[in-house]
Nanobody
Framework: QVNLQESGGGSVQTGGALRLSCEYSEITFSYYSMGWFRQSPGKAREGVAVLTSYGDVHYADSVEGRFSISKDNAKNTLYLQMDSLQPEDTGMYYC?????????????????WGQGTQVTVSS
């Protein structure tokens, strides 16, 4: 079982930036997709970005051009660079892994999840 641990959340003002990290234990699946999701109180969880082991990258329209997903295989870490943060970006952010699937954001259905890290953007 792969373990995922997020970090890097915090409180920033509108226009600020944060970089989330997701450290993972060794991934042995031959192909997979990793993504970031977020959930705000009273709202459904939404996919933010996904990165496949083939190098495909997909973003939600709401974050396109502001957020960037990347992975450092040497450090076993997935990142989400978030720039130009807005109050509507506030939420709990989760790292997730879907084995044996080359996902798009629309069909990304992870089975392995981290505990989450809170991001709060104030106006």
């Amino acid at each position: 079982q792969v373990n995922l641990q997020e970090s890097g959340g915090g409180s920033v003002q509108t226009g600020g930036a944060l970089r989330l990290s997701c450290e993972y234990s060794e991934i042995t699946f031959s192909y997979y997709s990793m993504g970031w999701f977020r959930q705000s109180p009273g709202k459904a969880r939404e996919g933010v970005a996904v990165l496949t082991s083939y190098g495909d990258v997909h973003y939600a329209d709401s974050v396109e051009g502001r957020f960037s997903i990347s992975k450092d295989n040497a450090k076993n870490t997935l990142y989400l660079q978030m720039d130009s943060l807005q109050p509507e970006d506030t939420g709990m952010y989760y790292c997730a892994l879907e084995p044996y699937r080359r996902s798009t954001l629309a069909n990304h259905s992870p089975s392995i999840w981290g505990q989450g890290t809170q991001v709060t953007v104030s106006s």
